[in-house]
């Protein structure tokens, strides 16, 4: 079909080109083209089809028309098919043949200092440099950007370029986009709109291809236009014209565009690609631009490079100032510039990931070099742990205990994180690092993020582990003062193996005889900080964190950068695929007979509403009164109701209910816990389903298919939301692997998205966007091993040393590097 479509353009293109230059050339255009688009007729549907069946009606009667009528209908067909024939795969090809012209690009040059500063001369703050240097105006503006100090400054990189370097042909013009044109003068008049008696002053350009209206409004600048167009037009000279087109009835039109007057070799305004700011509450994008352009100018001269010659070599990158120079005065190739590809914006992304990539290698590394446990563990006790169970591990599970026992055994602390799906067995490797601990004298702390997991854990762990005698405690925030404190004892003494809690295990000053092991239930609940805290007390157990959010493995390399990853990507077999359906508004009552049947069946339900987080009260109201309109329509069953504003108490309480099956429907809020496990439940109801990212509608289907029984989950939507949105949650019905999803995801929403529900806040890029550079993301990763590997003390890179420290010194505890 591309094929037919090409040669189609290709043929009205030769047609049309130059104002119907070649037309006599051709002959029987109608005729050639009434083929073609027959040819391309099977391959099109909807609105596509309707079209081109109208051309060829249209061409069909193509002989009897007068010359002029032809040539506007073979026009209309080419502008058609060129500009509006949108096909996703065809727009790249649109986008070669529009016959721009490329005005030659000038940026300013870099003119480095001999004098180069360290990069500590860079930390200094704004504020504390001479008034004279940098104005008390600026300095306050700079303040509203967030910009403290030198390095921020010059580091304040663009988020996006304006391209005024492309001129497009009028004809070519697409209304509600911004564009450079390039035309002579026909005329300049003033006139008064009809309605509002305004005066405009309104000037006529024209270039081969068809003609531009300009308009402007202030009365006050009527007089320096009238004068510059005026002269335009006696000397033949072409102007330059920016601004957002639109499409009036008498044509396309720009409402005060800037303008100036076309001279080759030395353009003011035109020629360039000009950089985008983020801007601040009331200040304008010129003025920050430069404020921040003139910074680059006086400082950039005099950075000097900070990283190791042979990675800007490997990579082809440029020099740290030529980079930030040429991303703040862009010039060279416009479309790599527009995609953020040129080496200069390479280089600055790559800075970006590599400097948050080697803090993590440094405090992986500095973790491992404390003394922690080395347990003895052996291929005994392994056997002795699998032997009793009821079922043998997956491959993915062997490979991950393996991972896990090879760290336990290292002197260094292990620090590692556990992926997987729901169900797919993270707990019994977990129990199995629990067995090892306690088998080698230690006890071990599992820390869950609610109490009903605590007690879900509980029962788990106990009866995992109580079948080889080792003792497992639970402690949680509801025990009376009395049950606790025999508990505090009993861990102090060391009566217990194995202690399953809350948060509160760590931070209420919990004594252990012989902490070895902490495990820690979904790591984003539990950040840097918490880590970090833990290790104050001077123990410095082995630490494995579980988290059943899959990401794709690149992602998580950055995600959880600070910790070794294992993967378990398998699930037990023998699982029974949860079945996911998309259901719309009208077919609410096929799905409440459903429901009734499901319950009738001694089956419980959950139900979902999004979390809206604009309102809290809206969020309330929708769930309360959809608890309502369930209780009714499933009455008699019981039906609960769980929101994010109820107490922890509250919420455990009902979920207490829903497990013993007091409560057989359970309305909420996103609230309901990740983990939580009620094997009756079969039936997953989740409403506006594509409010949700695809990583969490897998996470809440995933509270169903607990037991043996078959499980559904239902998403709801609505006709009108979207192709976008049905085609995300098709990857649901489609799929029940939460890596897959995840990819998905990311590829959908990118992975600010994925990592909404993170609290460490440390994988936060300015310029550096996952999805777009990911190739980079692999290179810095590479880079950072590397270096660390060849160079663990930085010898020789203090000023890579002291920008890391400056960066990250705080948020990871690197302290110190090196
Ligand atoms: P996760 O914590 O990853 O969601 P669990 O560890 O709770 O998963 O395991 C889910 C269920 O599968 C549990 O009932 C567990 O006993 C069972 N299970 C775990 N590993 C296997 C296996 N290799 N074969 C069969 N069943 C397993
Ligand atoms: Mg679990």
Redesign the pocket.
């Known amino acids: 079909m591309e094929k037919i479509l090409k040669r189609i353009k290709d043929l009205l293109f030769l047609i049309v080109k130059e104002d119907f230059k070649y037309f006599s050339r051709v002959k029987d255009p109608d005729k050639a083209l009434i083929n073609l688009f027959n040819e391309l007729l099977p391959y099109l549907d909807g609105k596509r089809k309707n079209w081109v069946k109208k051309v060829i009606k249209f061409l069909k009667v193509y002989p009897e028309l007068p010359l002029e009528k032809r040539k506007k209908l073979l026009k209309e067909i080419h502008s058609v098919i060129t500009l509006k024939f949108t096909l996703e795969e065809i727009e790249e090809e649109k986008e070669k043949e529009t016959p721009v012209e490329k005005l030659k690009v000038s940026g300013e040059k870099l003119k480095e200092n001999k004098r180069k500063y360290p990069i500590r001369a860079f930390f200094k703050k704004v504020e504390e440099l001479p008034d004279k240097v940098i104005s008390k105006r600026v300095k306050n503006r700079l303040k509203k950007l967030g910009v403290e100090n030198l390095i921020d400054a010059i580091y304040y990189l663009p988020f996006r370029y304006e391209d005024r370097s492309t001129v497009t042909p009028m004809a070519y013009l697409r209304p509600g986009r911004e564009y450079l044109v390039k035309g002579k003068v026909v005329s300049v008049s003033e006139i008064e709109t009809p309605k509002k008696k305004k005066r405009l002053l309104k000037v006529l350009l024209y270039d081969r291809t068809g003609t531009v209206t300009l308009y402007f409004f202030n009365q006050k600048v009527f007089p320096y236009y009238r004068k510059l167009f005026k002269g335009a037009k006696e000397l033949g000279k072409e102007v330059l014209a920016y601004g957002t087109v639109k499409r009036e009835t008498s044509g396309f039109t720009m409402a005060h565009p800037e303008v100036e007057i076309y001279q080759d070799g030395k353009l003011e305004k035109f020629g360039k690609v000009i950089p985008i700011y983020h801007t601040a509450e009331g200040l304008k994008q010129t003025t920050v631009r430069k404020d921040v352009q003139n910074l680059v100018k006086k400082v950039v001269p005099f950075l000097r490079e900070y990283l190791p010659k042979s990675i800007l070599e490997r990579n082809g990158f440029p020099t740290a100032p030529e980079a930030v120079w040429k991303v703040h005065f862009p010039d060279g190739n416009v479309k790599e510039l527009l995609a953020f590809q040129s080496p200069q914006q390479k280089r600055v992304i790559f800075d970006e990931l590599f400097l948050f990539q080697l803090a993590l290698a440094i405090h992986r590394q500095k973790i491992k070099q404390e003394r922690g446990i080395s347990f003895p563990v052996n291929h005994q006790m392994i056997e002795e742990f699998k032997k009793a169970l009821?079922?043998?591990?997956?491959k993915a599970?062997e490979r991950v205990l393996r991972e896990i026992v090879e760290d336990m055994k290292r002197p260094e602390p292990m620090n590692r994180l556990v992926q997987?799906?729901?169900?797919?067995?993270?707990?019994?490797?977990a129990a199995a690092a629990a067995f090892f601990a306690a088998r080698s004298g230690y006890q071990t702390a599992v820390m869950a993020p609610t109490e009903i997991l605590a007690n879900q854990h509980y029962k788990?762990f106990k009866d995992f582990l109580s079948p080889y005698g080792v003792k497992v405690g639970l402690l949680t925030g509801s025990m009376t003062k009395k049950q606790k404190e025999s508990i505090y004892r009993a861990i102090k003494e060391g009566f217990f193996d194995v202690v399953i809690g809350t948060h509160a295990l760590i931070q209420e000053g919990v004594e252990f005889k012989n902490l070895g092991l902490v495990i820690i239930d979904e790591q984003h609940r539990f950040g840097v900080k918490q880590r970090v805290e833990l290790k104050k007390k001077g123990v410095l157990p082995d630490v494995l964190v579980?988290t059943?959010t899959p990401i794709p493995r690149t992602l998580a390399m950055t995600a959880y950068g600070d910790l070794d990853v294992s993967v378990?990507d398998e699930l037990?077999?023998?699982r029974k695929p949860i079945e996911t359906k998309i259901l719309f508004e009208d077919e609410r009552d096929r799905l409440v007979e459903f429901l009734k049947g499901e319950l009738s069946r001694g089956n419980r339900i959950y139900i979902v509403y999004p979390l809206i987080e604009e309102s809290e009260k809206l969020e309330l109201k929708a769930a309360t009164q959809m608890y309502e309109y369930w209780s009714q329509k499933l009455k008699p069953f019981k039906v609960g109701l769980l929101h994010g504003r109820m107490k922890q108490e509250e919420k455990d309480r009902v979920m207490e209910k829903f497990k013993r099956g007091e409560i057989e429907v359970l309305v909420s809020t996103t609230v309901i816990e990740v983990?939580v496990?009620v094997p009756e439940a079969t039936v997953m109801v989740i409403e506006h389903a594509e409010r949700f990212g695809l990583a969490q509608l897998h996470q809440l289907r995933?509270r169903v298919g607990?037991g043996d029984r078959k499980s559904y989950c239902f998403l709801l939507t609505s006709r009108g939301a979207g192709e976008d949105s049905i085609r995300r949650l098709k990857v649901l019905e489609g799929t029940n692997d939460g890596f897959k999803i995840a990819e998905a995801d990311l590829a959908f929403r990118g992975p600010g998205e994925i990592f909404g529900t993170r609290q460490s806040g440390v994988g936060d890029f300015k310029v550096a966007d996952l999805r777009r550079d990911y190739h980079l993301l692999k290179i810095a990763r590479e880079e950072s091993s590397r270096l660390i590997e060849e160079n663990p003390e930085l010898k020789g890179l203090d000023d890579l040393k002291e920008l890391l420290t400056f960066r990250f010194g705080q948020k990871l505890d690197l302290v110190e590097v090196g």
Do not use: E, H
């Not at 997987?420 to 490797?429: A, E, F, P």
């Open positions: 009821p079922f043998t591990l997956t599970q997987g799906d729901v169900g797919s067995g993270k707990t019994v490797v788990k579980m059943a378990i037990p077999a023998g983990g496990d995933g607990r």
